[in-house]
């Protein structure tokens, strides 16, 4: 049994029940790494600070990394920057962050552990010194109901360039918690919190069952005197060397299995050939370079009903090795366009029958796979597509397009969903580095598509993609891919908030959860409406 596994069945043998408590510490136990430095680094990457404010800022950093200046220290310092600037303009700064930044670092094994506590019926909630402008678009993903953590004082719409006192530090954490305790009447002396810092050692100390998670050397000393369980995961956050290696190789064997089926095209004289040895060869070594080892349910339905359209979700760039390995033969694709201006493999996936679409364009995209319409017909060939259009960032399912859809309308073929559980543990959106796991993948039954008609495939595109909901165990609110979620905004008796205008930034991941509760030490807050 491996050690996510152990932790897991810790999380599954505790009573079930709202009362038990299960607090995340933020930075380090559900991320890899800090969101401040991420937003720092994204702020200096954007030249939003001065030469002044830099120097300041790393004057600061150095105060405290040496112990000269305490959190609230840094955070007062941090929060005179802010002087002026809208709160709006930092909920929309935190919805880019996560994006690009954030999302990529959340460690799977926290997740899951997260999955087993609502699965127990427990209160989950981020406890953290951190911002809601950090950790909203996160707790939203993980369908986190609560968050506790630090704040701004805001007026007015603007940032005062105060703080809210206490904050969500030190002791102030046991007040946030206790807080949240009477209002939801939690028993903390049977709850859990994870942290990695000793910083949290009063609320450790607070619950019933205290969970270090990818502690710190002072922590990790604190743990074993007093029989703590504690883990680390390796999973998120800078790679190893080997690492960089497999990931290196894994993407580069596209180009030398193409020119391994060379041979067979100028002997044989047949492409299809070929590319059907290059694609298996592909799918087989990139998988083995990248430590993608796959558990496969349904693996017949990939050969029941050929031609067909394999639609896939799509989480990660290794989805591409994990098709190859599974369809391996008789296939075209469908990518985005700036996919064909890749030296070499652009031109390879072209050869291989790949067709570019532009995402922006919905009409063009369905007008430039009528050549599929005949691949399939004439040629036999089944299509792989992924229907969301992009990678997601994080394993929930988002919206589908049409396109596999009329394809598989117009050519009277089957549908065959190929439904990907956690290829995002391998190397999730905007993450260069694999590492190794193991991919659960679940294939099928093909979808009769028949008596489908244009005027009714808006609903077998919803069918179909709730399929893929139902095998991944998502249950999703309906409201939330109607509208995106609001992010909460604070209040408080010493610094009275007006509700802002709605985000200007409208690109919400429309797969965004209930928006969660916040709570700080110093006061109740509400969220916009």
């Not at 968050?147 to 007040?175: A, D, H, M, W």
């Not at 075209?332 to 070499?344: F, N, Q």
């Not at 399912?397 to 956690?422: C, D, S, T, W, Y």
Request: aromatic letters at 6%.
């Amino acid at each position: 049994m491996s050690d996510r596994d152990s932790h897991l069945q810790d999380v599954l043998n505790a009573p079930e029940g709202p009362h038990i408590a299960a607090l995340f510490d933020f930075d380090g136990t559900i991320i890899a790494g800090y969101s401040a430095t991420a937003m720092l680094w994204e702020k200096i990457k954007r030249g939003e600070l001065s030469a002044e404010e830099l120097v300041e800022t790393a004057n600061v950093m150095a105060q405290y990394s040496m112990g000269s200046l305490g959190f609230s220290g840094l955070m007062t310092a941090a929060s005179k920057f802010m002087k002026g600037v809208t709160e709006e303009s930092y909920f929309e700064f935190g919805e880019e962050l996560y994006e690009r930044h954030i999302a990529r670092k959340v460690y799977p094994e926290s997740r899951a552990l997260i999955e087993a506590h609502i699965a127990k019926g427990h209160t989950v909630a981020i406890v953290s010194s951190a911002t809601i402008y950090q950790i909203e678009p996160t707790a939203r993903d993980l369908n986190i109901e609560h968050v506790l953590c630090s704040q701004y004082e805001v007026k007015n719409g603007e940032f005062t360039g105060n703080i809210i006192r206490p904050l969500c530090f030190g002791e102030g954490k046991v007040i946030a918690a206790e807080k949240l305790a009477k209002k939801h009447q939690l028993d903390l002396d049977n709850s859990y919190f994870y942290s990695d810092s000793d910083d949290d050692i009063e609320l450790l100390e607070r619950v019933g069952n205290p969970r270090p998670l990818n502690p710190n050397g002072k922590l990790t000393e604190i743990a074993k005197e007093r029989g703590w369980p504690l883990q680390k995961f390796d999973s998120r956050g800078q790679g190893k060397p080997v690492d960089y290696l497999r990931t290196i190789y894994a993407t580069g064997s596209l180009v030398t299995s193409f020119v391994a089926g060379l041979p067979i095209w100028a002997l044989t004289g047949s492409q299809r050939e070929a590319t059907n040895f290059s694609t298996g060869l592909f799918g087989d070594i990139a998988a083995a370079l990248a430590g993608v080892r796959l558990d496969v349910s349904g693996e017949e339905n990939l050969w029941a009903q050929r031609p067909c359209i394999f639609v896939f979700n799509h989480q990660s760039k290794v989805d591409v090795m994990i098709i190859a390995k599974l369809v391996r033969k008789d296939i075209g694709a469908i990518a985005k366009k700036e996919i064909r201006d890749m030296p070499i493999i652009g031109k390879v996936m072209e050869l291989a029958g790949t067709v570019f679409v532009d995402r922006a364009n919905g009409r063009n995209a369905i007008k430039m796979m009528e050549p599929l319409v005949d691949a399939i017909k004439v040629d036999g060939k089944s299509i792989c597509i992924a229907p969301e259009g992009t990678r997601t960032l994080s394993p929930k399912v988002g919206p589908f397009k049409k396109g596999a859809f009329h394809l598989a309308l117009q050519a009277r073929v089957p549908i065959v969903p190929i439904v990907i559980h956690n290829a995002g543990d391998v190397a999730p959106k905007n993450e260069f580095v694999m590492r190794p796991a193991t991919v659960k993948v679940d294939v099928l039954p093909p979808v009769d598509t028949s008596d489908w008609k244009r005027s009714t495939l808006n609903k077998h595109v919803a069918d179909v993609r709730n399929m893929f909901l139902a095998a991944l165990g998502q249950v999703e609110d309906e409201q939330s891919l109607k509208a995106p979620a609001k992010a909460p905004t604070a209040k408080s008796p010493a610094a009275k908030t007006t509700k802002p205008k709605p985000a200007a930034n409208t690109n919400r991941r429309p797969d965004a959860g209930k928006k969660p509760e916040v709570i700080t030490p110093a006061a109740k807050v509400e969220a916009k409406t």
